[in-house]
């Protein structure tokens, strides 16, 4: 088994003790993203719209720094701080998913760090050339 630590400088450094991704052979792990500004380490203000597009560029830069693509997500955990929020999160959501088949999903309710309106979790697989 290969691990290989990921660290995209375009996604926000962790804030404790976590990578941002893990390879493992080709399974990527990333960590929950929040809508952190990679340059200031900081909560951006905003909306849903506007956290939720942070954290998927974030995401985005993690799962290419590790050879993958967005399309090669095969798992997604969303955490909402409210759940009146899942229109809005759902319509930035469907830009960066635009392959078929989708990942699978799970949508919770939950508080986050710093109060951030939005954190998610992928696990991408990076396809196996014959």
């Known amino acids: 088994m290969s691990k290989q630590v990921i660290i995209a400088e375009n996604a926000p450094k962790p804030v404790a003790r976590y990578s ?8 990527l792990y990333v960590q929950g993203v929040i809508a952190l500004d990679p340059a200031a380490n900081k909560l951006i203000a905003g909306p849903m719209a506007v956290q939720a597009r ?5 995401l985005k830069a993690i799962v290419e720094k590790a050879g993958l693509t967005m ?8 955490f909402l701080a409210d759940l009146e929020d899942y ?4 319509e ?32 991408a697989v990076k396809s196996k050339q014959i």
Do not use: C, H, W
């Open 54 to 58: 942070r954290v998927f560029d974030s």
């Open 87 to 90: 229109p809005a999160f759902n």
């Open 92 to 123: 930035i959501y469907r830009q960066y998913f635009t392959a078929d088949p989708p990942p699978v999903r799970t949508t919770v309710q939950a508080r986050m760090p710093f109060g951030a309106l939005v954190e998610v979790d992928v696990i």
């Open 71 to 78: 399309a090669d997500v095969v798992k997604v955990t969303a």
């Open 20 to 27: 941002q991704g893990i390879l493992v052979d080709n399974t």
